[in-house]
Every structure is written in structure tokens, then in C-alpha cells.
């Protein structure tokens, strides 16, 4: 496994953290929920705003900190360009699901999202573990959004 240090690389690791939350919080504040999801018939499971609002806080922190380490790795890496694919699209699935007003085609984007954090996965088991264990809790907590929002798409 290769070392990464903190301090060698903090500037970089700031810069990831920032751009991961900068960028979030924008995509969030333009495409906010509004009035058309109260409209829609919701599963029961989903999440309340106050949890997946904190949720979101750490599982970004935690996906910025294996953006870095793989960054520091090997920024030429198909990992890197994984990780770099599941940030991109993930800034779509909020536009398309609250302004177009599309959650199959949310649904659509949260599938592809998955299958890039699972082959991002399969790339760091062996390659680094911390990115691997950094990037699980987001594997699932999309895997819970996907089926969350295939129920929204069956049951309106």
C-alpha cells in the first residue's frame, strides 16, 4: 500500500475537500427540492431532510479524501479517472430529477453512478485500501438512492 502524507500533500487535500463541498453546495442550492416534491408520492424510507443533509456533509468529506489519495497515488490512474467520471455525473443527478422534473432519467444517472463507485472499488482494493474503505459508505448510501428513486419512478 502506498504511504500518503497529510503533510507533504495538505494544500491538495484542501483544494478536494473544497471542490467536492463548493461545488455540492451549489449544484444543492440550484437545484433544490421545491415544491415538486411534495407533489410526488414518496416510499417510506426515504431519509429526512436534517439526516441526509448530514449524511451528505460526511459521505462528500469522506469521497474528497479518496479523491486526494488517489490523486497523490497516481493522477494518471483509471482510478482517478473514476473518481473524477462519479464527480461529474454526480452533479447531475439533482438537476435532473428536481429542475427537469425527470426521475427516470435520475434514476438512470444514479445506476451509472453506482457502477463507477463499484469499479472505483475494485480498482483500490488492491491499490489502496483506505480509498476503498473511504468510498464504501458512499457505495451504499447510492445504492439506497437508486432504490429510493426506482420506487419514486414506479409509484408515480
Do not use: H
Not at 495538505?10 to 433544490?32: E, N, R, S
Amino acid at each position: 500500500m502506498p504511504l500518503v502524507s497529510v503533510r507533504q500533500n495538505w494544500i491538495v487535500l484542501l483544494v478536494f475537500v473544497a471542490l467536492v463541498l463548493g461545488i455540492g453546495m451549489v449544484v444543492g442550492l440550484v437545484a433544490a427540492p421545491g415544491t415538486y416534491v411534495r407533489e410526488l408520492k414518496m416510499p417510506d424510507l426515504v431519509l429526512p431532510d436534517a439526516v441526509s443533509g448530514i449524511l451528505g456533509l460526511v459521505l462528500s468529506v469522506a469521497f474528497a479524501i479518496a479523491g486526494w489519495r488517489t490523486w497523490v497515488i497516481d493522477s494518471n490512474s483509471t482510478e482517478m479517472r473514476l473518481w473524477l467520471a462519479t464527480l461529474i455525473l454526480s452533479w447531475w443527478f439533482s438537476p435532473a430529477f428536481f429542475i427537469m422534473r425527470m426521475p427516470a432519467l435520475a434514476l438512470c444517472i444514479v445506476a451509472a453512478l453506482f457502477v463507477l463507485m463499484v469499479w472505483f472499488e475494485f480498482r483500490t482494493w488492491r491499490r489502496d485500501r483506505p480509498s476503498f474503505w473511504l468510498m464504501s459508505p458512499s457505495v451504499v448510501y447510492i445504492a439506497y438512492v437508486a432504490a429510493m428513486t426506482a420506487a419514486i419512478v414506479a409509484m408515480n
